[in-house]
């Protein structure tokens, strides 16, 4: 689960990336723009923070700019909408040197918005509902509600203000997890990758394991483990490489070991998933979507931009 940055482009007609898909998993990454996240049905496991945690069928979370953060699907099948934004759009009632820093998450219950999440996520559906229309119609509507999702973040949510961020990049600490990230998917063969990385940074063992923490709610080992098993899948899907083979240059020490922690994260074993990769849809980048029935995202949409109440519709 290395970090990378991931780019996102906006349609010109209005500033944000509006999609939904069915998410197989989403390697740790970061990038410039806000992105708010609905899970329409089933579950995901978020990696962000000192802990990992999981949001359900309903739950909505908004994952600032900057912030270093990865997704992993569970048992349940899902379905997720996507708002990916700029933080220009808050220009116009912030310094060019300062950024909002939202708290908006439906399982955090320290920072309650001072309207209900199911305000944020009626809106966010009916931007979902409307970008996914076409003609100048649809979009002027969709402009003119991420003009209101922006007003409420900043009149609704609880938020802090930092400072300096436009030109320092992602913080200090943010930074290096990001480095580390990289590093351990150049050099995944490693058989001794850890100690090699703490070698490499010049850092103390227990203190990257709390900046890793506090970062992403991952150990150095859980975060080498979650790598390997995204280059083995990769290489399970795009090579007819055995899976021996594929252990080796994944960095694991037999087939066995590779087998077992496959099929710890995953639930099935490798040759299973190549059986079923083809079946996949699978995005360039950090991303990895799965085939999604355009029906059944239109009527979950519809749902739940009709029912203040959602808790009915979804299990």
Partial sequence: MGSIFESVEHKRV???NVFVVNLESSRLHWHYDYELMVILRGSLQVFCGPEPYILRGGDIVLFNSRVIHGLK??????LCLFIQFPPSLFDPVLDHQQEYYFYLNSTEKNFTPRKP???FTKLAVNIGISGRQHGVTADL?????????????VEYAEFD?????HTNGIDSIGKLISNVCLYIDNNIQDGNLAESTI???????KTLYRYLKETIGQSLKGLIDAARIEKSKQLLRESNKPPVIIADECGFYSEVTFYRVFKK????????????????LMAPGVKGYLNSDEHIIANLLYQYAENVDISHIVQ
């Fill in 14 to 16: 209005y500033p944000a």
């Fill in 73 to 78: 699907h569970t048992d349940e099948d899902n």
């Fill in 117 to 119: 999440y199911e305000h």
């Fill in 141 to 153: 509507r969709t402009h003119a509600l991420i003009q209101t999702l922006i007003a409420d973040l």
């Fill in 161 to 165: 203000i930092h400072s300096g961020h």
């Fill in 199 to 205: 070698k490499h940074f010049k850092i103390n063992k």
């Fill in 265 to 280: 994260e995953t639930g099935i074993t490798p040759r299973e998933f190549r059986r079923g990769g083809s079946s996949l």
